[in-house]
């Protein structure tokens, strides 16, 4: 079979594209984003070839934006590495930024390249109020306990929101946990929308991504029902009755205040007198209060 020099070229690169097509790829585990003033580790494993002895160097950057070595912030060399055996690159990140890129060379490997985000790091935020109903114009006391993911206090500054049910926002304060938590307050206005309020916390450098919130309701104050009743004295003249009274919660609590006890005395459908005087209530109890008439 006869082939012309075109046909020959053809065959060239169709063979060198074969060939570059058969280097294999690593396997890579990365985490979901990169932590910032922490530790972070990749684990990659060189692909088993034909010959299960034989060892591989790999080359390990990380890239703060273009990949020359200026802005490389770190680089490890691994050398005679076995194929098939997981390696596990430690480096340590002492800045934020917003990504980062990593590259990874192995010998007869795909060079294998990926931007990962970067977060501060933070794997919870717990987050407290004093209560969990609220009325206009009371204080909200909150007490913050941001964690890294090794169980530390993360002590960078974390930005608070206050936000009523409509999701507008009221206020807004940066404040930093120290030894054990962070405090702060807010003052509710006196003219509000009822219903389910929240705070949001969240690193200040890193607000859309990483956020927690609580909920806390306000009300309408309204007294609780309590019932009253009174009772006459048997045998009273009416000029000078006797009555008790006692008033108490629903829910067996005592009643502490002010009412007014009038009596009137008609005949034939008409006025004919009437007395009214205020009485104080302590401990629920008023006894032998005398209404003159």
Same mark, same amino acid.
């Given at each position: 079979?006869?082939?012309? /020099? ?8 169709? $063979? ?26 990749? +684990?990659?494993? !060189? ?8 060892? &591989? ?14 802005? $490389? ?14 390696? +596990? ?12 890129? &990593? ?13 990962? !985000? &970067?977060?501060?790091?933070? /794997? ?26 090794? @169980?530390?206090?993360?002590?960078? !500054?974390?930005?608070? +929101?206050?936000? @009523? ?45 990483? $956020? ?49 006890? $009038?009596? +009137?005395? /008609? ?5 004919? @007198? ?20």
């Amino acid at each position: 079979m006869q082939f012309s /020099s075109g046909s020959l070229l053809l065959l060239f690169i169709l $063979s060198f594209d074969f060939c570059l097509a058969t280097k294999s790829s690593p396997f890579v585990i990365l985490p979901y984003f990169f932590r910032a003033n922490a530790t972070n580790s990749i +684990t990659v494993t !060189p692909v088993k070839d034909s010959d299960a002895n034989q060892s &591989v160097d790999i080359d390990f950057y990380v890239f703060k934006s273009n990949e020359s070595l200026r802005d $490389s912030i770190f680089s490890q060399k691994l050398k005679a590495k076995q194929s098939g055996a997981p390696q +596990t690159i430690k480096f340590p990140l002492g800045l934020s930024i917003d990504s980062l890129t &990593v590259r990874i060379a192995i010998e007869r490997h795909e060079t294998f390249k990926a931007t990962i !985000p &970067v977060k501060q790091d933070i /794997s919870t935020i717990h987050i407290h109020t004093d209560k969990a109903i609220y009325r206009a114009g009371e204080k909200i006391d909150v007490r913050i306990l941001p964690l890294t993911y090794s @169980n530390t206090i993360y002590n960078g !500054p974390i930005e608070v +929101t206050l936000v @009523n049910p409509d999701e507008y926002e009221l206020f807004r304060k940066v404040i930093t946990a120290t030894d054990s938590y962070a405090a702060t307050s807010f003052e509710l206005p006196e003219h509000l929308y009822f219903g389910t309020w929240r705070i949001y916390v969240r690193p200040e450098s890193d607000r859309e991504s990483n $956020s927690f919130d609580t909920s806390f309701t306000v009300e309408e104050y309204v007294l609780p029902p309590f019932k009253i009743s009174a009772f006459i004295q048997d045998g009273d003249p009416l000029d000078r009755t006797r009555i008790s009274i006692d008033a108490k919660y629903y829910y067996g609590g005592t009643v502490n205040g002010s009412l007014v006890l $009038s009596c +009137t005395q /008609s005949k034939d459908d008409k006025l004919v @007198n009437s007395v009214a005087t205020t009485v104080q209530i302590r401990q629920s109890q008023v006894r032998l209060f005398h209404l003159k008439s």
